[in-house]
């Protein structure tokens, strides 16, 4: 098993920046993958980026140029930096873990979710 718990959403004004972050623990080792999904309201999630312990990133379309995600594996944590943030950024933000560095399917471990808020 592994646990995730995120940290740092909150409210934000369209054009400003935020920092998510979140601590992985448990069974981390067999995912070498963390990163971040998106849910809007509704079932709908959407990738946004993910990386793996070699610093290697995938990104999703509606984020590439504005967000850069990062990790310490000393420490567990995989961070994501949202800059030049829009309205449509409004979502909740799952930390997960995976096996592999692909968007082709759900990963197995997901956060509880922090909420996001941007402001026009």
């Known amino acids: 098993q592994v646990q995730l718990v995120e940290s740092g959403g909150g409210l934000v004004q369209a054009g400003g920046s935020l920092r998510l972050s979140c601590r992985a623990s448990?069974?981390?080792?067999?995912?070498?993958?963390l990163g971040w999904y998106r849910q809007y309201p509704g079932p709908r999630r959407e990738p946004v980026a993910i990386i793996n312990r070699d610093g290697d990133a995938e990104y999703g379309d509606s984020v590439k140029g504005r967000f850069s995600i990062d990790r310490d594996n000393d420490k567990n944590m995989v961070y994501l930096q949202m800059n030049d943030v829009k309205p449509e950024d409004t979502a909740v933000y799952f930390c997960?873990?995976?096996?592999?560095?692909?968007?082709?399917?759900?990963?197995?471990?997901w956060g509880q979710g922090t909420r996001v808020t941007v402001s026009s």
């Open positions: 448990g069974n981390i080792f067999s995912m070498r993958v």
């Open positions: 997960i873990a995976r096996t592999s560095l692909a968007f082709d399917r759900d990963p197995p471990y």
